[in-house]
């Protein structure tokens, strides 16, 4: 079975442009949430997706949004890119409620 | 503010000892609470969940605590092996639902042979 993948798995943008990553769950896992990790803030939770409606969302500014797919697929898009924005996105799947979290190995993004 | 602190950035341990590592929060009446390893440059991996009504929960050679009243985990990992050397992560679920929405900065423990 295969895990959760993410692509692209490294990238380098410049400031001010837009970026959309892409994660593909655990196959039959219809929840997919996404967080940004930096070394000074940690892992930080930015949105939550169930069958297609986003069901949580982190305090991150409006130019982080996401969506899911009726296959469960997910993006996520940042738009007008700073400097900040530079960090590891991971997302994960699960079944739902209550069952185990499954992270991919996350997509670097680095803004120059 | 809700707060969930980690005690240490790292902790360095010989081989074969036990491994203590401590999430403290504040703010917070968490359902349950997570444990991940992350090895540099890849994702988490969940370890082990506790439930606010357990006490303690084990696997293998990891056990993990949860104290509601000092609002404290501790995770343990006895005969600790260099191979055990990684991020340990903690995390808190508010609700019900099993999504962590608040995780610790993490504990770097290296386990010297």
């Known amino acids: 079975k295969a895990g959760v993948t993410q692509t692209p798995r490294y990238l380098i943008k410049t400031r001010g442009q837009q970026v959309t990553l892409s994660c593909s769950p655990i196959?039959?896992?219809?929840?997919v949430s996404w967080y940004q990790q930096t070394p000074g803030q940690g892992l930080q939770f930015l949105f939550e997706?169930?069958?297609?409606?986003?069901?949580n969302k982190g305090n991150f500014p409006g130019r982080f949004s996401g969506r899911q797919f009726s296959n469960s697929r997910s993006e996520m898009n940042v738009s007008t890119l700073e400097l900040g924005d530079s960090a590891l996105y991971l997302c994960a799947s699960s079944l739902g409620s209550g069952n185990t979290i499954y992270f991919g190995e996350g997509s670097w993004l680095t803004v120059v | 503010s809700q707060k969930i602190e980690q005690n240490s950035e790292a902790l360095n341990i010989q081989e074969g000892k036990t491994a203590t590592l401590t999430c403290n929060y504040t703010?917070?009446?968490?359902?349950?609470l997570q444990w991940y390893r992350q090895d540099p440059g890849r994702g988490p991996v969940f370890l082990l969940l506790?439930?606010?009504?357990?006490k303690e929960k084990r696997k293998e050679r990891l056990k993990v605590t949860f104290d509601t009243t000092l609002k404290q985990s501790l995770f343990h990992i006895t005969a600790s092996q260099p191979a055990d050397s990684a991020t340990y992560l903690c995390?808190?679920?508010?609700?019900?639902?099993?999504?962590?929405?608040?995780f610790g900065k993490g504990t770097r423990l290296s386990v010297i042979a």
């Open positions: 506790i439930r606010e009504n357990e």
């Open positions: 703010n917070y009446s968490p359902a349950y």
């Open positions: 995390a808190l679920v508010k609700t019900s639902g099993n999504t962590p929405l608040v």
């Open positions: 196959s039959g896992h219809r929840s």
């Open positions: 997706y169930f069958s297609e409606t986003q069901r």
